[in-house]
């Protein structure tokens, strides 16, 4: 089940990441790992310490934040604050786990006075040793006296500060040598490492009483169990924590909601609801407006009916009401009324010709089209279900459709069956023999038969008709080929939250990585539709699902940061969060080059997050150092800075830094009787600090560390080369008689991905699509690597997806046509005459690409000098897929009118015209219901592909469908000879 194993290697540490296919049960996995671990343990390097095996998922991620923010600046008090707060939260119902970022944990610190612990004789060691060995307690068993059984306990730990300062490190001599004799003893906050701030923007309703002002932070993160409703469980997190706010949060505190998945979750939820009501609105209107408000009521009945049947099968299969289900019942709106507005309009022209009683006339209308309407429902069905089969991890965002469309149709047609033609009879009874439409319909047919008799007349003209008709098939195609249309596989969300990820050269301090950040939020605080910035430097920002998958957890060096921004709601600004993405792009990309730092602006996108837009793999051959392939990953990132529109380029590689290493002259070491081990423990306490215990304090939320280590002051060289060393005679050793300090480049960290080392070059886009990236580069990078370095632009990055997508898209497609062709093969017992029908679904072509084209002219625009454009996404794709079954289902019921014409004696151009006239309203009618389904869908900035590709489709294919598809069929049955033909007129 393992799709790839990743690996970086530092010095001291290594992380592997094993990433399993998209659907492995993440339990089995977790023990298939251990075990594979478990059989290899015996190759494990000596040096190896240990390790730690964290399955990492969705669920991981916090879904709501909250920040904790105050004018005072005591981290250690506000960190104080937020465990407490985050404790009680925990204890809600469904929360898996809680976190908290910034502030300072509470620690003992012991700060080491060297001079104190050389005139005593004692090394540093000998300090932390004899901490250690003072916090013991232990159960030793029970005492049994008098019939009662006592047990008995050894200790105790330590139990305060005052208690650390009085344990005796040396009791030799007339005088006991206590630590607080050599040391400062401060229970106290760690000392920072990590720093986070925020900042109201002008969109905050406090933004008044505060303004921008900075103020110290601290975050407490939480997310959901598995499986859990992520909106009741957000809801019940941010009521408790108003309880809380007013027993635990002090004056001069407060507290903001930084983050709600669950109301994101919700407001996307109701979105699509308001549209799909506003869609079935529309229907129902086209309808009335068509026949009449009786029909309208019977169409839009069998709305509610489908849905209802769809649900429950969703329920069966384990679906959820989400984002994804209910866009799959939008888009399946404009299909389902399909075959109840061809029952309905069927019956409605029959009750107005008079010809039989009512209810003969009722089946007579019905009978006529169930054998087309069956046959057109299933070429939608087929349409859709080989999207079942998409791989990775699209295949969830599809599955939800590739089952609720063809549930929904097999449905509508159930209710067309039953429900319809019931309603039909005790409704439209009394429309019968009434002509109020029958003119309407009339002077449909006479039109269409204007314009197509002489098609019909003239062979001339059916070649003229007919070439224009491919020659408009080929320059839609080729606005595609020609990129004239922009692809991109994901659409830009527009979400109310962006992040900017800020990355300082190597060895850059931490006061002057918050000065860039800083700089960079109060720019932001500027923008109109920012509500408040959070700023965390030295630390990872609680990660998003995008996060998770970019490894933004572990960005915890002093010289990283990352912004969150948080945007007023959609309803309250014009501009989606990609304009403004753009627009605040130039202003912090100076002020990160100001202070020398590289800042990649990132959106969370609506489908599976990648590593990066653009991603390379750098591969070399066997013989390649890893620093020739950091050499060649350079050159690849400077032909991707020579694209206008690709941005926030970088690798992994790190920028050169230097480092201090003591080299210890091992002979002087071993004269004096010291150990390697010996000196490297002590450097490593007196600077990183040597954890030598807790100290246990009575409703302390967290442990509390002894830290033993010298005072940041005295951590510089010269100190150091003063501190001691015990020898084995008891003498006191300074580390400047056993080695020297000398700085060195530090090493790069090593990459692999499936066991071959790889450098990662990562880059944006703003404006260009990352396959024009990858199309306009891929050759000319093979040509400047030469033969000895291999790029992949397909191992990771939106390419990946993209290529996957359409090809699996591409794959469903075919298959969909292999199934419509085999289900019209039977239908019409000929290989010749499903070709002619199928002839509708490439006539869709002629209007979504230059529809798409045609809009970017119109709405297209550039902001701050990168262009907006309208993309073609994966789900305009979808929309070509459902605009093959709507196309082919107008074919199907076209020809079978013409066949049933035939059938009466009519004559082929005579047939063809009548059946013409017949079916253009009730064409229109479910052409018009399927666009008008599809509207309020084209301002969601991630369906609207699929709505705009469904209208334009649907214009082009129902105009042309009209008379290609018969003109066609015509030409067919003439050539044949099986279908007698008189002139029109004779």
Known sequence: GVEHVYSVSRRDTSIVTVRFYVGE???QSLIKLQSKISANIDKVPSGVAGWIVKPIDINDV?????????????????RQIAEELASRLEELPNISRSSVVGGALRKVLVELDMEALQARGLSVLEVVKAIRASDASLASGYIVRDNKQIPVMAGPFIGSVNELKEIVLSGRGSKPVYVKDVAQVKDIGDEINEIVGFRLGPASKEYKKFGQEYHPAVTIALAKKKGTNAVSVAENILKRAEELKEKIVPSGYYLTVTRDYGETANEKVQELLRELSLAIITVVILIAFSLNWKAAFIVAAAVPITFALTLLINLLSGYTINRVTLFALVLSLGLVVDDPIVDVENVYRHYEAKKEPPFKALLTAVNEVRIPVIFATFAVIIAFLPMLFITGMMGPYMRPMALNVPVSMLMSLLVAFTVTPWMSYHLLK??????GHHKEEKSAGL?????????LRSYKRRKFFLGGIIFLFFFGLS??????????MLPYDNKNELEIVLDMPEGTALEKTAQAAEAISRYLTTVNEVENVQTYIGTASPIDFNGLVRHYNLRKGAHQADIRINLVGKKKRAMQSHGIALRIRPEVERIAKKFGAKIAIVEIPPGPPVLSTVVAEVYGDEFSSYNELIKAGKKVEKELATLKGVVDIDDFSEDPHLIYKFILNKEKAALHGVSARQVVETVRAVIGGAKAGRVHIENSRSPIDIIVRLAQAEREVESLRRVGVKSVLGKIVPLGELGEFKKEVEDQPIYHKDLKRVVFVVAETAGISPAEVVLSLASKVKRKLGSKFFVNWRGEGEWKITVDVFRDLGIAFGVALIGIYILLVVQTHSLIMPVVIMLAIPLGIIGIF???WILNLLVGRVISGYEDPVWFTATGMIGMIALAGIAVRNSIILIDFI???????VHLHAAVLEAGAKR????????????????????????????????FGLIASTVFTLFVVPLVYCIVLEKSGTCPVKKLGE
């Open 25 to 27: 049960d993440r339990e």
């Open 899 to 905: 066949n049933t014409a035939l059938e009466k004696g």
């Open 850 to 852: 230059p529809g798409f």
């Open 430 to 435: 009394s429309e019968y023999g009434k002509k």
């Open 920 to 951: 253009i309203r009730p064409i229109v009618l479910t052409a018009g219901a399927a666009m008008l389904g599809a509207w309020p869908i084209t301002l969601d900035p991630i369906f609207s592909g699929l709505a705009w590709s469904l209208i």
């Open 447 to 455: 039109y269409y038969e204007k314009l197509m008799a002489p098609l």
């Open 479 to 488: 606005l595609a080929v020609f990129r004239a249309v922009p692809l991109k």
């Open 62 to 78: 916090p879904i709501v934040t909250l920040t904790l923010w105050s004018k005072e600046d005591d981290p250690f008090k506000a």
